[in-house]
């Protein structure tokens, strides 16, 4: 538990959660207990992505010959880059993408990051989630804050990561739950043992007998989400007919988040992760570490919107890494740790069908400390365009604190 905040898991986080069996049957069409709201969904990538390679410029001619084995451009074959306007190319593990930003449904933003130059995965990652990249001490995920400013939660489901553990956006006074599989999910309170070694039967009993007022709130609450999750006429789950998603970690998580979707029951604010994306060595080209990280990657998230079909107007999605790779590859065939990297927003409301950049040549003398793709757009400048056109959240000053930049244009009448 962290500010009041609280954090549920399950066992594992293999199988499909079996719920809604009639739902399923019946065209998907599933008792609503809450109003139906907007939702956004964020998907840290932890690692530090290499948006040189996912979203490539291949026609600048400088990234071809600081990356000699890992440069990529796009061609009629098999496994070569897709060009997207004559300038930028997407990964070929990344298809899955292309249909979604022909649509105008997928937006990209490159060179996108913290404007503090901080080379450590864990601060970038802290400085990001908080919202407060010059101040460590900040005890507050933005997301968190944003839940916040959304009014007050009518459901246990207001604010869910699909993790083992709360990350930290979703840090805070507001009621946030981490869950790590919906089908078996059992009460975890962080630093509480006897919430986490407890073999009690009833739930009520192991709170009730608990002489802490908080853990008597917060499991209350809990308690009320297992209901939720457990009533009767809630017995299987399956995708929408024709979706397979990936057997990976953030394909389970999607498709979790999808039941609570499609359940209405209230979720606001969803959370998923996905890791592995820090590639020192033998990165690969259209194949190796990096390609198969982005399929699954975005395969995980094409199941997903197709998955919420019926949805989608409600929904948004959106991406973020804590900074990009060095722009020179290194001696082992990978990338070290950068800065700018870039970021993916899905939705009917995003205007998509462009990267959206404000990029300059990579020329030695453009790159930061010679080295690195500069920072041309503050994170913060994308998140929040995101939260005040989907969530109607307009108090800048209070989801990202000390922060006086403006919004761009990503958004539909943003």
């Given at each position: 538990?962290?500010?009041?905040a609280?954090?549920?898991?399950a066992?594992g986080?293999?199988?499909v959660p079996?719920f809604?069996?009639?739902?399923?049957?019946?065209?998907?069409r599933?008792i609503?207990?809450?109003q139906?709201k907007?939702t956004?969904?964020?998907?840290?990538q932890?690692?530090?992505m290499?948006?040189?390679?996912?979203?490539?410029?291949?026609?600048d001619?400088?990234?071809?010959?600081?990356?000699?084995?890992?440069?990529?451009?796009?061609?009629?074959?098999?496994?070569?880059?897709?060009d997207l306007?004559?300038?930028?190319a997407?990964h070929p593990?990344l298809?899955?993408?292309?249909?979604l930003?022909?649509?105008?449904?997928?937006a990209?933003?490159h060179?996108?990051?913290?404007?503090?130059?901080?080379?450590?995965h864990?601060d970038?990652?802290?400085?990001?989630?908080s919202?407060t990249?010059?101040n460590?001490?900040t005890?507050s995920?933005w997301?968190n804050?944003a839940v916040?400013?959304?009014?007050k939660?009518?459901?246990?489901?207001?604010?869910?990561?699909?993790?083992?553990a709360?990350?930290r956006?979703?840090y805070?006074?507001?009621q946030?739950l981490?869950?790590?599989n919906?089908n078996?999910?059992?009460?975890q309170?962080?630093?509480?043992?006897?919430a986490v070694?407890?073999?009690?039967s009833s739930?009520?009993a192991?709170?009730?007998?608990?002489s802490?007022?908080l853990?008597?709130?917060?499991g209350k609450?809990?308690?009320e989400?297992?209901k939720?999750?457990?009533?009767?006429?809630?017995k299987?789950?399956?995708?929408k007919p024709?979706?397979?998603?990936?057997?990976s970690?953030?394909g389970n998580?999607?498709?979790q988040i999808?039941v609570?979707i499609?359940?209405?029951?209230g979720?606001?604010v969803?959370f998923?992760?996905s890791?592995?994306w820090?590639?020192?060595?033998n990165?690969?080209?259209?194949?190796g570490?990096l390609?198969r990280n982005?399929?699954?990657?975005?395969?995980?998230?094409a199941a997903?919107?197709?998955?919420i079909?019926?949805?989608q107007?409600?929904?948004?999605?959106m991406?973020?890494?804590?900074?990009?790779?060095t722009?020179?590859?290194?001696g082992?065939g990978?990338?070290?740790?950068?800065?700018?990297?870039c970021?993916?927003v899905?939705g009917?409301?995003?205007?998509?069908g462009?990267?959206?950049?404000q990029?300059?040549?990579?020329a030695k003398?453009n790159?930061?400390d010679?080295?690195?793709l500069p920072?041309?757009?503050?994170?913060?400048s994308l998140?929040s365009s995101v939260?005040?056109?989907?969530l109607?959240?307009h108090q800048?000053?209070?989801l990202?604190p000390?922060?006086t930049?403006n919004?761009?244009?990503i958004?539909r009448?943003?």
């Amino acid at each position: 538990m962290r500010n009041g905040a609280m954090a549920l898991f399950a066992a594992g986080i293999g199988g499909v959660p079996n719920f809604i069996a009639k739902a399923a049957t019946a065209g998907n069409r599933i008792i609503q207990p809450f109003q139906k709201k907007k939702t956004l969904v964020c998907i840290f990538q932890r690692g530090a992505m290499d948006g040189l390679m996912a979203v490539s410029p291949y026609a600048d001619p400088n990234l071809k010959l600081m990356r000699p084995t890992l440069y990529m451009s796009p061609a009629q074959t098999e496994g070569s880059m897709i060009d997207l306007d004559g300038y930028f190319a997407l990964h070929p593990s990344l298809k899955s993408f292309y249909p979604l930003f022909q649509s105008k449904q997928l937006a990209i933003a490159h060179g996108v990051g913290s404007p503090n130059p901080t080379r450590s995965h864990f601060d970038a990652q802290d400085f990001m989630e908080s919202g407060t990249p010059f101040n460590k001490g900040t005890d507050s995920g933005w997301l968190n804050r944003a839940v916040g400013l959304m009014g007050k939660p009518t459901t246990p489901f207001n604010a869910v990561s699909i993790t083992s553990a709360l990350p930290r956006s979703l840090y805070g006074n507001n009621q946030a739950l981490a869950i790590s599989n919906l089908n078996d999910f059992a009460l975890q309170m962080r630093d509480n043992p006897l919430a986490v070694q407890s073999t009690a039967s009833s739930f009520e009993a192991l709170y009730d007998n608990n002489s802490s007022q908080l853990l008597q709130k917060t499991g209350k609450e809990s308690f009320e989400a297992m209901k939720m999750l457990n009533v009767n006429n809630l017995k299987q789950y399956a995708p929408k007919p024709g979706v397979v998603y990936p057997n990976s970690a953030l394909g389970n998580a999607l498709r979790q988040i999808a039941v609570l979707i499609k359940m209405d029951v209230g979720l606001e604010v969803a959370f998923a992760e996905s890791g592995g994306w820090d590639t020192h060595v033998n990165q690969g080209t259209d194949n190796g570490i990096l390609a198969r990280n982005l399929k699954d990657f975005s395969d995980s998230i094409a199941a997903f919107w197709e998955d919420i079909s019926a949805h989608q107007d409600s929904v948004t999605l959106m991406t973020m890494t804590e900074f990009g790779r060095t722009v020179h590859q290194n001696g082992t065939g990978g990338t070290d740790h950068g800065r700018a990297s870039c970021l993916f927003v899905l939705g009917n409301d995003v205007q998509g069908g462009k990267v959206y950049h404000q990029m300059k040549s990579l020329a030695k003398e453009n790159l930061e400390d010679q080295r690195d793709l500069p920072v041309s757009t503050d994170f913060r400048s994308l998140f929040s365009s995101v939260a005040n056109t989907h969530l109607d959240i307009h108090q800048n000053n209070i989801l990202f604190p000390d922060w006086t930049g403006n919004g761009i244009p990503i958004m539909r009448n943003s």
